[in-house]
């Protein structure tokens, strides 16, 4: 079964506004991972934050993780066109697997 | 580098009929996982393969075998294809143990139809 599971299914927004989706786990984690998937393509990765991190930053990607509540978030700042794509958070219970969500999709209006 | 590479890129098969899906990675990762993705349902663990030598078994293991051929590359089989197998395959390779964490790196998909 899926451990991460993503909040919204389905994210519409306007050019420049900011988009934030969330993920909830069941199980410990040694780490949670965020992926990209652009239309028709392969998973990309975009960041990772440790099981002992609570927020982490890379360029306009900003990701939070409360081990308490079992969550995390994904914030976009100031998105752009090409940010249109399914994001999906991914578990690592450091046992070689990854464990991925059904994702939230995003679209960028212009 | 190509990263990881995958053939073919679209497949559409017949019920009952049998066929392979090559990976083939040049990152030198020990690691390798075949996926399948549904709509709404994100990807799903297939099999893979910790290092070379050795499989396991993932979430939706039934109606599939693996093959790592050698550290490289790793084969997905259908023996004997049906309408619930049609679907997006991905292959995926990572290098955990060099790392520490298990950052994954994906092929382009094989889109794959049963008919």
């Given at each position: 079964?899926?451990?991460?599971?993503?909040?919204?299914?389905?994210?519409?927004?306007?050019?420049?506004?900011?988009?934030?989706?969330?993920?909830?786990?069941?199980?410990?984690?040694?780490?949670?991972?965020?992926?990209?998937?652009?239309?028709?393509?392969?998973?990309?990765?975009?960041?990772?934050?440790?099981?002992?991190?609570?927020?982490?930053?890379?360029?306009?990607?900003?990701?939070?993780?409360?081990?308490?509540?079992?969550?995390?978030?994904?914030?976009?700042?100031?998105s752009?066109?090409?940010?249109?794509?399914?994001?999906?958070?991914?578990?690592?219970?450091n046992?070689?697997?990854?464990?991925?969500?059904?994702?939230?999709?995003?679209?960028?209006?212009? | 580098?190509?990263?990881?590479?995958q053939?073919?890129?679209?497949?559409?098969?017949?019920?009952?009929?049998s066929?392979?899906?090559?990976?083939?990675?040049?990152?030198?990762?020990?690691?390798?996982?075949?996926?399948?993705?549904?709509?709404?349902?994100?990807?799903?663990?297939?099999?893979?393969?910790?290092?070379?030598?050795?499989?396991?078994?993932?979430?939706?293991?039934?109606?599939y075998?693996?093959?790592?051929?050698?550290k490289?590359?790793?084969?997905?089989?259908?023996?004997?294809?049906?309408?619930?197998?049609?679907?997006?395959y991905?292959?995926?390779?990572?290098?955990?143990?060099?790392?520490?964490?298990?950052?994954?790196?994906?092929?382009?998909?094989?889109?794959?139809?049963?008919?």
């Amino acid at each position: 079964s899926q451990q991460g599971e993503e909040d919204p299914q389905a994210l519409s927004i306007q050019e420049g506004e900011n988009a934030t989706m969330n993920c909830s786990y069941k199980t410990s984690i040694n780490n949670l991972q965020w992926y990209r998937q652009n239309s028709g393509r392969g998973l990309v990765h975009l960041i990772l934050i440790r099981s002992n991190e609570r927020e982490k930053h890379s360029g306009r990607l900003r990701v939070t993780l409360d081990t308490s509540k079992k969550s995390s978030s994904l914030l976009i700042t100031a998105s752009r066109a090409a940010d249109t794509a399914s994001y999906f958070c991914a578990t690592d219970g450091n046992d070689y697997k990854l464990s991925f969500g059904a994702g939230t999709t995003v679209t960028v209006r212009a | 580098n190509a990263g990881v590479t995958q053939t073919p890129k679209f497949q559409v098969l017949k019920t009952g009929q049998s066929m392979t899906l090559q990976c083939a990675q040049d990152m030198n990762h020990n690691s390798m996982y075949w996926y399948r993705q549904d709509p709404g349902m994100g990807l799903r663990l297939i099999y893979y393969s910790a290092s070379e030598g050795t499989t396991d078994k993932g979430e939706v293991p039934n109606g599939y075998n693996v093959s790592r051929l050698n550290k490289r590359e790793f084969s997905l089989r259908l023996e004997s294809a049906a309408p619930s197998q049609t679907s997006v395959y991905f292959c995926a390779s990572s290098d955990p143990s060099g790392q520490g964490y298990n950052e994954q790196f994906f092929g382009p998909g094989t889109r794959l139809t049963v008919l």
